[in-house]
């Protein structure tokens, strides 16, 4: 097993080896001023004090947290771009291992689309879905493609998603070079033209606008259900509501007999949002484990609501659910309240408070910084942060099932409760949507 050390030069590493591809690509590169140096120092400096004032381990795990800064504003003194100082500031922040503590660059004046999405399914990586039209869907990628590098980088479970972050948040690529297998075991190299879409100056900035802008072609804000007879079908595409649309969402549900819950690709949300609905699931008010900050620790609840969904329960997740919907799960389990089924999900579970800056006068400038503030450890003694839920069954879809937008994992789930649905199907039930 690596040490700490290794996986903290490791992270760093990784982020300016990604980085490397889009500065050789650029014609000519894109020079840094004496200006903007002293911009990327000053949020340094910034970032870097607010995370020694609240960051919930006061020993940064051992870390030398000062040094490490003094090491990055040396990097960034020496660096050749913008782009490159910019990632010193990221990899400073990702030198603490920690899933809930990244930086968030100025935002550009374009959006971009590669024209496809992936995900890590088992230990492989592999196209989920195509933008019609797109230059991707030109060249002949298609879902159930096994991605086997990106611009040189292999994606493995540890890494994709750094490598997410790199490619749609830190520095987003004019053009991706993939190695893909076909579910036939074909091989071969496509050079994957992105889109931009120029953008509005920014005049004002919400860190949640950009997270959202980075994830959003990702998965659908809005929870959707199918109803087949007794059977529920629930889709919560992220902890992102009420506690009154949570006992919307389980009144519709107290219909039913059984009720699928589908956490896949669910990156998480409000603390608030997790306690509504597993309050809305059991019928006792329930520990979700002692949340430990600077401060000490203290027990985080779930309070029962007054009607609670009582029947048969599954829940779903896949390798990119994260946070508050590991948490869910795993509580599921813990209580045996129900079955867990699918991928092992991420293991990105803390709690963080996000921060947002501005820099200059006449020209302002915005960034952001995700700060942890507290961790969680469950009622069986441990944290899921780098361990994630391992579901009780794990069961994963086929690249051909990919392909052919089969949902095996959801009919043998509906199966497992009583109802007959197929592959098929389910895998009609939520239609990935496009952002316009």
């Known amino acids: 097993m690596k040490t700490l050390f290794v996986r903290i030069v490791d992270c760093f590493l990784l982020i300016l080896v990604l980085l490397q591809p889009a500065l050789t690509q650029q014609t000519p590169p894109q020079q840094i001023s004496a200006f903007d140096r002293d911009r990327t120092t000053d949020m340094l400096k910034v970032i870097a004090a607010d995370i020694r004032k609240h960051y919930y381990d006061p020993k940064f795990h051992g870390l030398d947290w000062d040094a ?9 003194v020496a660096s050749p771009s913008l782009n490159m100082a910019l990632s010193h500031i990221a990899g400073a922040l990702d030198a603490l291992n920690d899933s809930h503590t990244f930086f968030l660059p100025p935002p550009r004046p374009y959006r971009h689309d590669y024209g496809f999405r992936m995900l890590m399914v088992g230990d492989h990586c592999y196209v989920t ?3 019609p039209q797109s230059d991707a869907d030109g060249k002949g990628l298609k879902p159930g493609d096994e991605i086997l590098s990106v611009n040189g980088f292999h994606p493995t479970r540890e890494d994709f998603w750094r490598m997410e972050y790199v490619f749609n948040t830190l520095r987003p690529q004019p053009s991706l070079r993939l190695d893909v ?3 036939s075991g074909a091989e071969r190299q496509l050079e994957v033209v992105t889109k931009m879409r120029e953008t509005t100056l920014v005049k004002d900035f919400n860190i949640w606008d950009l997270v959202r802008a980075s994830e959003s072609d990702y998965r659908l804000h809005r929870p959707h259900y199918v109803e087949l007879g007794d059977l529920m079908v629930l889709k919560v595409p992220e902890f992102s509501f009420t506690d009154a649309e ?4 389980i009144n519709r549900a107290q219909k039913h007999k059984a009720l699928i819950l589908d956490l896949r690709s669910n990156p998480g949300g409000t603390v608030d949002s997790l306690k509504a609905l597993l309050g809305a699931i059991f019928e006792n008010d329930i520990k979700l484990g002692d949340r430990i900050d600077r401060e000490g620790s203290k027990p985080l609840v779930a309070k029962s609501r007054h009607s609670p969904f009582k029947g048969k329960l599954a829940v779903l997740i896949d390798s990119y659910s994260a946070s508050a919907s590991e948490l869910f799960a795993r509580v599921i ?12 999900s991420s293991g990105s579970v803390m709690e963080a408070r996000q921060f947002v800056y501005q820099t200059g006068t006449d020209v302002v400038s915005f960034y952001g910084a995700s700060i942890t503030d507290a961790d ?6 441990k944290s899921l942060e780098h361990v994630g839920v391992t579901p009780d069954e794990v069961l994963v879809p086929a690249p051909a099932d990919l ?9 043998h789930v509906a199966e497992t409760l009583g109802f ?17």
């Not at 949570?246 to 969402?249: C, S, V």
């Not at 969680?376 to 003694?381: A, E, F, S, Y």
């Not at 937008?405 to 959801?410: H, L």
């Open 68 to 76: 490490r800064i003094d090491e990055a504003k040396q990097k960034i």
């Open 376 to 381: 969680l450890i469950m009622t069986d003694g």
């Open 129 to 131: 879905v195509v933008r």
């Open 420 to 436: 007959k649905v197929s592959p098929e199907d389910a895998g009609k039930f939520f239609p990935y949507e496009w952002p316009k």
């Open 181 to 183: 297998r076909s579910p």
């Open 246 to 249: 949570a006992a919307d969402m």
């Open 333 to 344: 389990q813990i209580e045996k309240r129900g079955s867990v089924v699918g991928d092992h």
């Open 403 to 411: 392909a052919e937008a089969r949902d095996p994992v959801m009919a």
